[in-house]
């Protein structure tokens, strides 16, 4: 009988978001196999109520083999919420599924992750599973391939792999010269590095960028879908790190994936299908500034409300 990863989910207070993100979980054809782990942050000042809300949402949930809320009594903060959590559960049952309060999945996202878990268990070069894919052409890609980007919106990744995650931000810069910084950010097709000093300079607190940074170090792979098996809602100004933006937003494959590569190494024109996508995701100027004012006219709103 296999034994199915638990999922590790973290929330905060956007119990709208929760509601939606439990609600399709629950649809997912393995929910009733699976052991769920509700990580819930401590409330910072003015996020009480919401807090609040989001845990009775938690301890209320059911249709999963178990469910175990977590509830800090100080507040964490997302990366080391993240960071605690998958360390305490990839110990504990050797892989887990990551997700986060405002993703919303496809019915065969808990079987698409097992799947991929199970297949690469002892493959010490593949690193991380991720579920989401940018929104490229995919018709003529394989169902699934690898690449070197550690994508988090919703991921798993195993124990042996998570080990070598470093949280240490100047043994990772340390570690990097000028041409793995080019091949780190995709050839020029994605500013990575600017994320990476932005954390050494305390102007965000990401543990995703570490995460794909031990990764790429360790020369890793990730397995990703060419069509993606989630939807994120939290670019809609509510997340503690995001923005509006519609320029990630995708279709949900919502067929079973059944194809996983055989050769381990990266897949080129998904590579190249992706880098193409990041390096023009801007558009034109005119777009920019669409896109700008309608995150301010959201945000004003937002804060009216």
Known sequence: ?????????????????????????????????SRLFIFSDGARNGDEENVKAVRELANNISGFKSVEVIERERNFGLANSVIDGVS?????????IVMEDDVLTSPYTLQYFNDALCKYNDQEKVMHVTAYMYPIDHSNLPETFFLRIASSQAWATWDRAWKNFEPDIDKIIARFDD??????????GMNFWKHVMEFKHRRNNSWAIRWYSSVFLNKGLSVNPALSLIENIGHDGSGVHSGV????????????????????????PGYQAVRHFLKHRKGSYLQRGMRYLNHVLTKLKMHKN
């Open 1 to 33: 009988m296999q034994n199915f990863a638990p999922i590790a989910l973290f929330v905060y207070n956007r119990p709208e978001h929760t509601r939606r993100t439990l609600n399709f979980l629950q649809k997912n054809y393995l929910a009733e196999e």
């Open 88 to 96: 305490r559960l990839t110990a504990t049952y050797g892989r887990t």
């Open 179 to 188: 041409q793995l910084k080019y091949q780190f950010e995709l050839e020029g």
């Open 245 to 268: 933006s519609t320029i990630y937003k995708g279709s949900i494959n919502n067929f079973r994936i059944k194809e996983f590569p055989e050769h381990l190494e990266e897949y080129r």
